[in-house]
Every structure is written in C-alpha cells, then in structure tokens.
C-alpha cells in the first residue's frame, strides 16, 4: 500500500495530519487516532449468511500496520467501535496483529459495540477508557449535544456517527465523502472501517470540513 502524503493541519496550536486513510496523526504526542474501525464485521455478516469478499476481513489491520510503519507512533487511540460485535474469528487475527505490534501503546474509548468483555483487551494490553483527556483534547466515542458542549471544559475528538459531506455538480451529479467536521467546541472522525457507511451531515458555515478521497484530503468549508 502506498501512503499517501496527509493534509497538515494546526488546530488549538497542535500539529495534525488528516490522513486519507481516515485517521489523524497527532505529531507532538506521536500518536494515530482512528474511530469505529469495526473489525469482525466480516466475520459478524458471514455468519448471518450474508457473503462479503474475503479479501476485506484483514483490510483494515492491514492499512493500520502501513501507517504504523510510515509514522512510527508510539501510541494508538481507538475512538470506539474497534471491534463490530461478539467474538469471531475475527479477534484471532486481531490478536496475532497485537502480537506484531507489542511496543504500542494502545488505547480504546469504549464504543456502543465495544461488547467484548473487558478482560480480553486487558489480555492484549489495550487500554480501556469511557473518555480521556490527551492535552488540549477530550476523547470520546459519542458526539457531545449542544449541552454537554457547553460544559465540557476540553475540545472534543470522537466518532460513531460515520459522517459525510454531500458534494453536488453542474449536472446534477453529486457524491457524499467521507470527513472530517471540525465544529466549535468537537470534531468528528470519519470511520476508519472500510465496510462501513457515512452519513452526509449538517455543519454551521463556521465548520472546517474536510472531505476525504481515495488519496488525498481536501478542505471543502
């Protein structure tokens, strides 16, 4: 896989890098930020008789190894949904992944699909979070309302809702891209998951969005 140069983006004086492959790297702290990865989907749909290429089912730790390697960073953060469902064969190939990678730090915000029972990411020396506070930033895996952002002492980084950007053309063509939506006060990731879906979703005119496509990332707002 080829890595794709990243967008730099200074935010709150930290120096990120929006990446293609749908994750930040987050240069003074050395560390790659990634949301709803959703591994074992595959797995998950396989076994419900639904049939999904083969090919997919290491895609997403593939890529991870790939940005690890061009990177170097000494700690992951996953911001919920890292695993799709209950256990499948799926977490083996998770394991032997962990396995390769037993000098990063690794830290997951819980999900809503995060079901696994604890004791088996503590096994693998994952980290285990509701919300972490990194610096200027409060990690979560579900968005703030307007309320909790009003309270909310850090800006907020986190996921779950997939979200998209709807871009329209003279011909009445339109496509929706996955983003980044950088708000006021909280920024939603894209999901890093390949088998995954996006939502196009409302931003103020004030937003900074990015769209992401296969080997770039653009600023649109």
């Known amino acids: 896989m080829t890595i794709c140069a990243g967008l730099d983006f200074n935010f709150l004086g930290q120096d990120l ?6 994750a930040i790297y987050w240069k003074q702290e050395k560390t790659l930020i990634a949301a709803d990865v959703h591994l074992g989907k595959v797995g998950h749909f396989r076994k419900a008789g639904i049939a999904v290429p083969r090919n997919m089912e290491q895609s997403d730790l593939s890529t ?15 911001l919920g949904d890292l695993f799709h469902s209950d256990m499948n064969a799926d977490w083996e190939w998770f394991r032997l992944w962990r ?23 503590l096994e693998l020396d994952v980290a285990l979070h ?15 309302p307007e309320a909790g952002l009003q309270e909310a002492e850090s800006y907020v980084l986190c996921g779950h809702i997939h979200p998209g950007v709807n871009l329209s053309g003279r011909a009445r063509q339109s496509i929706t891209l996955p983003c980044f939506a950088f708000g006021k006060k909280q920024a939603i990731l894209p999901s890093f998951g390949k088998f995954t879906g996006r ?8 937003d900074r969005i990015f769209g992401v ?9």
């Open 17 to 22: 890098v929006l990446l293609a492959q749908k």
């Open 64 to 78: 991870l190894s790939d940005l690890i390697f061009e990177y170097k960073p000494e700690k992951l953060i996953f």
């Open 99 to 121: 396995q390769q990678n037993k000098k990063l730090r690794i830290i997951l915000i819980r999900g809503n699909h995060d079901i696994i029972h604890d004791k088996h990411y």
């Open 130 to 144: 509701d919300q972490l506070i990194v610096g200027p930033f409060l990690m979560l895996h579900h968005p703030l």
């Open 199 to 206: 939502v196009a979703i409302r931003h103020e005119r004030q």
């Open 213 to 221: 496509l296969e080997d770039k990332v653009i600023a649109i707002g």
